[in-house]
C-alpha cells in the first residue's frame, strides 16, 4: 500500500517522545564540597542514599584508595564524610567513589584536592577491601557528569540533523540529476522540497543544541567548530533558496540552484564531517570528550536513540514529499489556468 | 519498569514546560502534515481521479 | 586548456587598461585599514590586529569579487565561448583573481604594517604573508565561482555576500588559526598544516569549477 510508511515516522517519535519524558536518569555524584577540618560533602542526582543498606565511600590516588570514615546519609542524595589522608600521596587530586547495594560504584573525577599533603608517585600503599556491588535499578537512562537531565535532548538534537544529512543528500543526487539534463526536470523540484525540510532541521537542531549548550556550557553559544558549522551549512541551504527566488527563467534557476546545492553539500561535508575531526570540540566523541558510547554499556540510550533517528528521518521525508506534491499540483494550476496542457 | 516516582526529572518541576513547548511543536507539526497529506490526496484525485489511470 | 595563456594575457591586460578599477579596490582596503587605525586610536593587541586585518582583507575580497568586467555580459560570454572553453576561462578567471587580491593583500598589509605595526612582524612576517597569499588563493577561487552564479541571477555585491559568505568560512576559520598561530608566535612545525588545507582548499574550489562552469554556460 502506498504511503504506508507514512505514519510510522510520527509513531516512532511518540514512542521517543513517551520514553525520553518518563524514564528516569540513573543515579551519579554532581559535586564535592570541603567544609573544613577534613570533612567533606558529597551531593549526588537520583540516588538512593537513605533507602540502600550499605553505603560507603573511598578516594583515590592512582592505585591507592582511602576509605572514608564517618558516613553520614544526610538525605537521599547528600552524604558528609571525613577523610583522613596520610601525609603523601601518590598524586593531590583524588577521585571520590561512593558505593551502595542500589546505586552500584559512583565515580566523580578529581573531587578532593589535597593542597597540603605531599606527593611522592612510588610511595607504598596498603590494600584496602573494598565491596563490589552491582547496581539494582530498573531501566534507566545513563548519568553523564554537566549534562544530567539534559541527555533526554539526545534524542531530539542528534536524530535532527542525521535526519538533515539524509534531506541534503537527497538535495544533492537530486541536483546532480538536474545538471546532466535540459531543461527543468522532476529533479530541481526534489531538490528543492529536500533542501527546504534541511534548512528547517537545521534550525530546529540548532536551537535544540542551543538550549542544551545554554544548560551543559552556560551559554547560548560557544565558539565550538561543530557549532559554527552547523550554523553556516544551514545558512547555505537557506542562501540556496535566495538564489532561486532570484531568478525568474525556470531552467536558468533550475540551473543555477543545482550548482549551487552542490556547493552547500561540499560545505556541509567539510564542516560537519571533515573539520570537526581534526579540532578541539566541546562536543561529546570530539576533542578528547567521552563519547556517550563510552557510558551507555546496557545500551538504554540506544532503544530510543536510533528509532529517534528513524523517526525524524521519516517524517522528514514524509515532509519532503509533501513539500514537493504540493509545488507540483500548484504548477498543475497555473497551467490549467493559463491555458498551458 | 518506568519509575515515574524515580525520576527527578518529573518531580522537579521544569519537566513540564519541556514536555508542554516539546509537545505544542510536534503536535502543530503533526497535525499539519496530516491535514497536508489528505487535503493533496483529495486534489490529486480530484485532477487525476482513479478510473483514468492507467 | 587551449587558450588558457592568451586569455590570462587579456585579463592581465584589461585590469591594466581600466587601472582605475584595481586602484579604487586598494584605495576601499587602505582606507578601511586607516579607519581601523582611527578607531583602536594607535593601540591594538595581536589578537584584535589579527582580526581588523582579516575583516578589510574579507570586505576587499567581496569588492573585488564583486566587479563585473566585459566578458560577464552574455553577449560577450556567447561569442567567448567559440574560441575558449567554459573550464579555461574559468581557470584564467581564478588565476587573475588570485593575482588581483594578491596585490589589495599587500596593500592591506603594508597599511597595517604602517599604521599598526606589532612586533610579532619582526620575525613573523614572512610567514603572515605566505598565509595571507594561501588565503588570498582560496578567498579568490572561491568567490569567483560564487560571483559568477550571482552574477548570472542577476544578483550584484548582495546576493554575492548572501552566497559567497557560509562558503568561505573554512577559509575563514582555518586561515585565522594560522594567523592567530603567527601572532603569538607559533613555531612553523605547528602552523604550517594551515596552509596545506588552505591550498586544499583552493584545489577544491578549482576542481568544482571545472565541474559545475560547463553548466553555467550552458544557455
Known amino acids: ?87 603523601t600521596l601518590p598524586s593531590r587530586s583524588l577521585d571520590l567513589f561512593v558505593l551502595s547495594d542500589i546505586d552500584g560504584s559512583l565515580l566523580l573525577s578529581n573531587a578532593v584536592f589535597a593542597e597540603h599533603h605531599a606527593v611522592d608517585p612510588e610511595v607504598a600503599v596498603a590494600e584496602v577491601d573494598v565491596p563490589d556491588y552491582a547496581p539494582q535499578l530498573g531501566f534507566h537512562f545513563p548519568f553523564q557528569p554537566r549534562v544530567e537531565e539534559t541527555i533526554r535532548n539526545l534524542m531530539w538534537h542528534v536524530p535532527l540533523w542525521f535526519s538533515m544529512f539524509v534531506l541534503a543528500g537527497i538535495a544533492f543526487v537530486a541536483s546532480i540529476r538536474q545538471l546532466g539534463a535540459a531543461g527543468v526536470t522532476a529533479s530541481d523540484e526534489r531538490a528543492r522540497s529536500a533542501s527546504a525540510v534541511a534548512v528547517g532541521l537545521g534550525v530546529a537542531g540548532l536551537i535544540t543544541g542551543s538550549i542544551w549548550a545554554r544548560f551543559t556550557w552556560g551559554t547560548w553559544w560557544v565558539d565550538d567548530p561543530q557549532l559554527n558549522g552547523a550554523l553556516v551549512t544551514t545558512a547555505a541551504y537557506a542562501g540556496y533558496h535566495i ?99 | 519498569m518506568l519509575a515515574l516516582s524515580e525520576s527527578v526529572f518529573l518531580g522537579s518541576g521544569k519537566a513540564g514546560v519541556v514536555l508542554a513547548v516539546a509537545g505544542v511543536v510536534l503536535i502543530g507539526l503533526l497535525a499539519w502534515m496530516l491535514w497536508a497529506e489528505r487535503r493533496l490526496t483529495r486534489l490529486e484525485r480530484k485532477i487525476n481521479p482513479p478510473s483514468n489511470r492507467p | 586548456m587551449s587558450g588558457f595563456l592568451p586569455l590570462l594575457r587579456y585579463f592581465v591586460v584589461r585590469e591594466f587598461r581600466d587601472a582605475h578599477q584595481l586602484w579604487s579596490l586598494i584605495l576601499f582596503a587602505l582606507t578601511a585599514v586607516y579607519a581601523c587605525y582611527r578607531i583602536a586610536q594607535g593601540r591594538v593587541d595581536p589578537s584584535a590586529w589579527v582580526t581588523l586585518h582579516w575583516v578589510v582583507v574579507l570586505f576587499s575580497a567581496f569588492n573585488a569579487a564583486a566587479r563585473v568586467h566585459a566578458d560577464d555580459h552574455a553577449e560577450v560570454r556567447t561569442w567567448m565561448r567559440a574560441w575558449v572553453s567554459p573550464r579555461t576561462w574559468a581557470a584564467a578567471r581564478m588565476v587573475h583573481a588570485t593575482a588581483v587580491l594578491w596585490a589589495v593583500v599587500l596593500a592591506v598589509f603594508a597599511g597595517f604594517a604602517l599604521f599598526l605595526p606589532q612586533p610579532f612582524l619582526a620575525h613573523g612576517s614572512g610567514a603572515w604573508l605566505a598565509g595571507m597569499a594561501a588565503t588570498g588563493w582560496a578567498l579568490a577561487a572561491l568567490l569567483t565561482l560564487v560571483s559568477d552564479v550571482a552574477l548570472r541571477a542577476g544578483g550584484g555585491f548582495g546576493l554575492t555576500a548572501v552566497l559567497g559568505l557560509p562558503l568561505v568560512v573554512p577559509v575563514v576559520m582555518v586561515s585565522t588559526a594560522f594567523c592567530h598561530g603567527v601572532a603569538r608566535g607559533a613555531p612553523w612545525g605547528e602552523v604550517w598544516v594551515y596552509l596545506a588545507f588552505l591550498a586544499a582548499l583552493a584545489g577544491l574550489a578549482h576542481a568544482m569549477a571545472a565541474l559545475v562552469f560547463p553548466y553555467l554556460w550552458r544557455d
Open chain 1, 243 to 341: 538564489l532561486r527566488e532570484s531568478v525568474d527563467r525556470p531552467a536558468l534557476r533550475a540551473r543555477l540552484g543545482a550548482v549551487y546545492n552542490l556547493f552547500a553539500f561540499v560545505l556541509l561535508v567539510i564542516l560537519l564531517l571533515i573539520m570537526p575531526r581534526f579540532s578541539e570540540s566541546l562536543h561529546p566523541g570530539k576533542g578528547g570528550n567521552p563519547g556517550f558510547n563510552t557510558y551507555d554499556l546496557d545500551s538504554s540510550l540506544r532503544l530510543v536513540f536510533y528509532p529517534a533517528v528513524l523517526g525524524w528521518i521519516l517524517t522528514g521525508l514524509w515532509m519532503q514529499q509533501l513539500i514537493l506534491r504540493m509545488a507540483r499540483l500548484r504548477e498543475r494550476w497555473e497551467h490549467t489556468s493559463q491555458g498551458i496542457g
Open chain 1, 1 to 87: 500500500m502506498k504511503g504506508i510508511w507514512k505514519p510510522v515516522g510520527p509513531l516512532l517519535l511518540l514512542y521517543v517522545a513517551v520514553m525520553t519524558a518518563l524514564v528516569p536518569l540513573g543515579p551519579g555524584l554532581i559535586e564535592c564540597v570541603s567544609e573544613g577540618t577534613g570533612t567533606y560533602r558529597v551531593q549526588g542526582h537520583g540516588t538512593h542514599f537513605l533507602e540502600a543498606q550499605d553505603v560507603q565511600v573511598v578516594v583515590r590516588a592512582g592505585d591507592a584508595v582511602y576509605p572514608a570514615e564517618d558516613v553520614v546519609r544526610q538525605g537521599t542524595d547528600v552524604l558528609a564524610f571525613r577523610l583522613a589522608l596520610p601525609d
